[in-house]
């Protein structure tokens, strides 16, 4: 929230207007007068959480400055938030490229219902749109399991003593996601992608030797994507994706949209109607009465910063989340993770999460 709000129900004074004033300069983007603020509040108690909130304000203007980060981590712990300093210092070691490992998943109190709300709570239309096609015509979509070259003898427990499964149970413990797990067991590198089963599933290709934080960033990524709201933009061929889009505009977006098209996408659009419920038709049409919020490149952003954000937190390693994103990206690093951050949006996105 505006740091300004954080003191509208404080005393007034001349002291307190000083004070709104340069909040509201912070707000609008003033890092020099949210360090000139944050100077004030130095050692007053009465202003530990304003503190928090301005320094918090100024690393997300400046995301390449570690001093900074400094700042933020020294004012969560005036606030009596060791948790949120040590975060905070693990975020400033992930900008200095210095490796500072993050406490075990397994460590981690289980509040999967909190944990999904911080990472989902910027949810789109498009979303839950997905989720509803989901739950009413799956059987569009769905394929079965030797389409994709496994069996149910594949599929992986949560307490196998494999890597794949220590990784796969303290994840699915925590984020409270446990869409089925499938290893092909298979030489060459290791991959993982989605599976259209009955119940969007996650498929392991290859050994994995050891747990390490790349490969929980990418199961954490790949077990966001298996949701009912992200599979078919994850698991479907990119055309047959595209298609699903525009046939939810075809069938519940405004008479004023587009009804031209393939026939294949026509006869979609029909199939969609007359497997919806009455009460997800009405929800869709809310959902989808505006064309644009269903364009695949805008959909797809939003569905990749969830599932990113879910990577980073099963990892728990900034350093490694924005460097399996950059390698993806195919973003150079040379100049430094903190200029990386602050040039990439989809960076910047993870920073924002981790701070």
Not at 274 to 285: F, I, K, V, W
């Amino acid at each position: 929230p505006p740091v300004a709000d954080l003191l509208a129900a404080t005393p007034r004074g001349a002291a307190a207007t000083e004070e709104a004033a340069l909040a509201r300069e912070l707000d609008a983007g003033s890092i020099a007068a949210g360090l000139t603020l944050v100077r004030l509040w130095e050692g007053r108690r009465d202003r530990a959480r304003e503190r928090v909130a301005a320094c918090r304000k100024l690393v997300l203007l400046a995301p390449a400055d570690a001093g900074l980060l400094e700042r933020l981590a020294a004012a969560a712990r005036a606030d009596a938030n060791p948790v949120y300093a040590a975060a905070i210092e693990h975020v400033r070691h992930a900008l200095l490229d210095e490796p500072d490992p993050p406490p075990p998943l397994l460590a981690q109190p289980e509040q999967p219902e909190r944990v999904r709300l911080m990472l989902f709570r910027e949810r789109g239309a498009v979303q839950e749109a997905l989720a509803l096609v989901w739950e009413g015509a799956s059987h569009v979509f769905k394929r079965e399991p030797a389409a994709y070259g496994v069996t149910g003898v594949e599929r992986v427990p949560f307490w196998a003593p494999s890597p794949v499964a220590r990784v796969y149970g303290a994840a699915a413990r925590t984020l409270g996601i446990s869409p089925p797990l499938f290893q092909r067991r298979v030489g060459g590198d290791i991959t993982l992608s989605i599976a259209l089963l009955q119940t969007p599933s996650v498929i392991v290709t290859g050994e994995l030797p050891r747990p390490s934080p790349e490969f929980a960033f990418h199961l954490g990524v790949m077990l966001a994507a298996a949701m009912p709201g992200h599979a078919l933009l994850c698991g479907a061929p990119e055309d047959q994706a595209r298609g699903v889009l525009r046939a939810l505009a075809m069938a519940f977006g405004p008479p004023s949209a587009s009804r031209s098209g393939l026939t294949a996408v026509a006869n979609l659009a029909e199939v969609l109607w007359e497997s919806m419920p009455t009460r997800s038709q009405r929800r869709l049409r809310q959902l989808c009465d505006d064309p644009q919020r269903l364009a695949y490149e805008s959909a797809m952003a939003e569905v990749r910063a969830a599932t990113r954000r879910a990577g980073l937190f099963v990892a728990g390693d900034l350093r490694v989340a924005v460097r399996e994103v950059a390698l993806e990206l195919e973003l150079p690093l040379e100049r430094g993770l903190g200029e990386a951050i602050a040039s990439c949006p989809e960076l910047f996105d993870l920073f924002r999460l981790a701070t």
